[in-house]
């Protein structure tokens, strides 16, 4: 009380009326209103915040997933061809502090076949002593299989989990990849292709590349399409989200004779739909809280009327419009920040806690909202940030000191004569 004694008159008459009129029965519905409001703009914040954060978190997961199976950055010749020398283009753009790892890889898009199944890959040549340093590929393997299986001469193929099954081959099986183009003969252009060994299967969680991606020999796949070499070499960057920003940074180092490519434009589609939706969930869920917080406006509208005699004595000794404005202001902005933060706490307290409180809902309620055996996210996923957290914040606060603009504007043009009339 004493911090609020040397407040100016105007903050300190603003949450009086704030605080005013709810053990009072002529102002019991006014105060019933304001606490609507209050809700309301804390309900719809706290639902932003919890939406969002459960947006970020199956994004999060996905990416993850994504990106144990492909590099955050490919360079390439950018007329195609082989590299003559991919270690000197490797020591080249690891001379950029993001990236962290490089390896060459080549990859073509192949027909793999086990009897009259036939289904279309990439297929993805690699070192398996560099492969670890790029990708999670190697831990994703499958039963025994190891990466190291993958030898020189030996025709050795990793496959996805989804594709070994839509093939139906095991770790032992023989499997046929069928290169593109073919080989020119007197009787026409014969197919080249090649059978290969089934040494693992890897699963990754993401059915793109579980269900079309295999893994053979860097030598190998070098063989059998003809490349007289890798056809790129893949980055790993010590942070993820500056892949684009790396990627720029590389395609201008280099030259336009390279070809710079990160998993953000790789996966331009995938990227740019979660980007769209969230934006669009952001929109929806941000008129929940106009709502709400245009309910101030109704709240402040029927306090002027109530408050017209108090209004009047206070113009009467020497209050200006200026001053009565500001004291409505102070009233409907307080509603504002006491709804934003407790939007904010509890949001934060769900979002947080959100990997406890679904498993219980779902046991109480005898249900599972996800279920593994039709998705390949079973539990529900959160990543609150800040970048959402503070505009959704801002936002709200706005919104509320926005409402009472117009309630105030109105209580500053109350006429004394008029309003002390009829008292």
């Given at each position: 009380?004493?911090?609020?004694?040397?407040?100016?008159?105007?903050?300190?008459?603003?949450?009086?009326?704030?605080?005013?009129?709810?053990?009072?029965?002529?102002?019991?519905?006014?105060?019933?209103?304001?606490?609507?409001?209050?809700?309301?703009?804390?309900?719809?914040?706290?639902?932003?915040?919890?939406?969002?954060?459960?947006?970020?978190?199956?994004?999060?997961?996905?990416?993850?997933?994504?990106?144990?199976?492909?590099?955050?950055?490919?360079?390439?010749?950018?007329?195609?061809?082989?590299?003559?020398?991919?270690?000197?283009?490797?020591?080249?753009?690891?001379?950029?502090?993001?990236?962290?790892?490089?390896?060459?890889?080549?990859?073509?898009?192949?027909?793999?076949?086990?009897?009259?199944?036939?289904?279309?890959?990439?297929?993805?040549?690699?070192?398996?002593?560099?492969?670890?340093?790029?990708?999670?590929?190697?831990?994703?393997?499958?039963?025994?299989?190891?990466?190291?299986?993958?030898?020189?001469?030996?025709?050795?193929?990793?496959?996805?989990?989804?594709?070994?099954?839509?093939?139906?081959?095991?770790?032992?099986?023989?499997?046929?990849?069928?290169?593109?183009?073919?080989?020119?003969?007197?009787?026409?252009?014969?197919?080249?292709?090649?059978?290969?060994?089934?040494?693992?299967?890897?699963?990754?969680?993401?059915?793109?590349?579980?269900?079309?991606?295999?893994?053979?020999?860097?030598?190998?796949?070098?063989?059998?399409?003809?490349?007289?070499?890798?056809?790129?070499?893949?980055?790993?960057?010590?942070?993820?989200?500056?892949?684009?920003?790396?990627?720029?940074?590389?395609?201008?180092?280099?030259?336009?004779?390279?070809?710079?490519?990160?998993?953000?434009?790789?996966?331009?589609?995938?990227?740019?739909?979660?980007?769209?939706?969230?934006?669009?969930?952001?929109?929806?869920?941000?008129?929940?809280?106009?709502?709400?917080?245009?309910?101030?406006?109704?709240?402040?509208?029927?306090?002027?009327?109530?408050?017209?005699?108090?209004?009047?004595?206070?113009?009467?000794?020497?209050?200006?419009?200026?001053?009565?404005?500001?004291?409505?202001?102070?009233?409907?902005?307080?509603?504002g920040i006491v709804g934003t933060a407790a939007g904010v706490g509890l949001?934060?307290?769900?979002?947080?806690?959100?990997?406890?409180?679904?498993?219980?809902?779902?046991?109480?309620?005898?249900?599972?909202?996800?279920?593994?055996?039709?998705?390949?996210?079973?539990?529900?996923?959160?990543?609150?940030?800040?970048?959402?957290?503070?505009?959704?914040?801002?936002?709200?606060?706005?919104?509320?000191?926005?409402?009472?603009?117009?309630?105030?504007?109105?209580?500053?043009?109350?006429?004394?004569?008029?309003?002390?009339?009829?008292?």
């Amino acid at each position: 009380m004493g911090l609020l004694s040397r407040l100016p008159y105007e903050w300190q008459i603003g949450w009086r009326y704030t605080r005013a009129g709810r053990a009072g029965r002529s102002n019991g519905f006014i105060s019933f209103i304001s606490f609507v409001s209050i809700v309301g703009i804390a309900l719809g914040v706290m639902a932003l915040i919890v939406v969002l954060s459960v947006m970020n978190g199956f994004q999060k997961e996905v990416r993850d997933r994504m990106l144990s199976a492909v590099a955050h950055v490919e360079v390439m010749p950018a007329y195609g061809g082989a590299l003559s020398d991919w270690p000197a283009l490797a020591a080249r753009v690891k001379q950029d502090p993001a990236v962290v790892a490089a390896a060459p890889y080549v990859s073509v898009q192949s027909l793999l076949a086990r009897g009259e199944d036939m289904r279309g890959v990439v297929v993805r040549g690699v070192l398996p002593e560099a492969e670890p340093g790029i990708t999670d590929l190697g831990a994703k393997l499958q039963a025994d299989g190891t990466l190291a299986e993958l030898q020189p001469g030996q025709w050795r193929i990793v496959l996805g989990a989804e594709l070994a099954r839509a093939l139906g081959v095991r770790r032992g099986d023989p499997v046929t990849v069928i290169a593109p183009g073919g080989q020119v003969t007197p009787v026409g252009v014969n197919p080249r292709l090649k059978q290969f060994t089934v040494a693992g299967i890897f699963s990754v969680g993401h059915y793109e590349y579980d269900s079309g991606m295999a893994l053979i020999h860097l030598d190998d796949a070098a063989r059998l399409y003809r490349t007289e070499g890798p056809t790129g070499v893949q980055l790993k960057l010590a942070d993820v989200h500056q892949a684009r920003d790396v990627g720029l940074r590389l395609g201008m180092a280099l030259g336009p004779e390279w070809r710079v490519r990160d998993w953000t434009r790789s996966n331009a589609v995938w990227f740019d739909a979660v980007q769209v939706e969230k934006r669009m969930m952001f929109i929806i869920l941000t008129l929940i809280v106009a709502v709400a917080a245009f309910n101030l406006v109704s709240t402040l509208v029927m306090t002027v009327t109530d408050k017209r005699a108090d209004i009047a004595i206070l113009r009467t000794i020497g209050a200006s419009p200026r001053s009565i404005m500001g004291i409505f202001v102070v009233q409907g902005a307080t509603a504002g920040i006491v709804g934003t933060a407790a939007g904010v706490g509890l949001g934060l307290l769900l979002a947080l806690n959100i990997d406890v409180i679904v498993p219980a809902i779902e046991r109480a309620l005898g249900v599972a909202f996800l279920p593994s055996s039709l998705y390949l996210i079973s539990k529900m996923p959160s990543d609150p940030r800040a970048s959402d957290i503070v505009p959704i914040g801002v936002i709200s606060l706005v919104l509320a000191f926005l409402a009472t603009l117009y309630p105030s504007w109105r209580a500053s043009r109350v006429n004394p004569a008029e309003a002390l009339r009829y008292e």
